[in-house]
């Protein structure tokens, strides 16, 4: 079972920045496309980026230019540098596999998340 460990979540003004990071266990992680997804209350989680085994990236139209996501294969570790962050943007985010960039993966699996909370 591949362990999931996101972390670099916290509190920010609006316009802040914050970095997340996902390490994950495992040999698995270099062959698989992976993504971040976010659960804000009462709202269904949504996929936000996604990157491929070879480095080309999607992102929801919410977070285009805003966000960047990448992977160190090396580290098995996936990251998530969020700039220029809104209030709507306050949910608790997650990394997991997706199909395909783009396309979001029901997993049965999830980590414990990390929180990021906006204030305005």
């Known amino acids: 079972q591949v362990q999931l460990v996101e972390s670099g979540g916290g509190l920010v003004q609006a316009g802040g920045s914050l970095r997340l990071s996902c390490a994950t266990s495992g040999s698995t992680f270099s062959i698989n496309a992976m993504g971040w997804y976010r659960q804000a209350p009462g709202k269904k989680r949504e996929l936000v980026a996604s990157?491929?085994?070879?480095?080309?990236?999607n992102y929801a139209d919410s977070v285009k230019g805003r966000f960047t996501i990448s992977r160190d294969n090396a580290k098995n570790t996936l990251y998530l540098q969020m700039n220029s962050l809104k209030p709507e943007d306050t949910a608790v985010y997650y990394c997991?596999?997706?199909?395909?960039?783009?396309?979001?993966?029901?997993?049965?699996?999830w980590g414990q998340g990390t929180q990021v909370t906006v204030s305005s």
């Open positions: 990157i491929s085994t070879g480095g080309r990236t």
């Open positions: 997991n596999t997706v199909w395909a960039v783009g396309v979001a993966r029901q997993s049965t699996y």
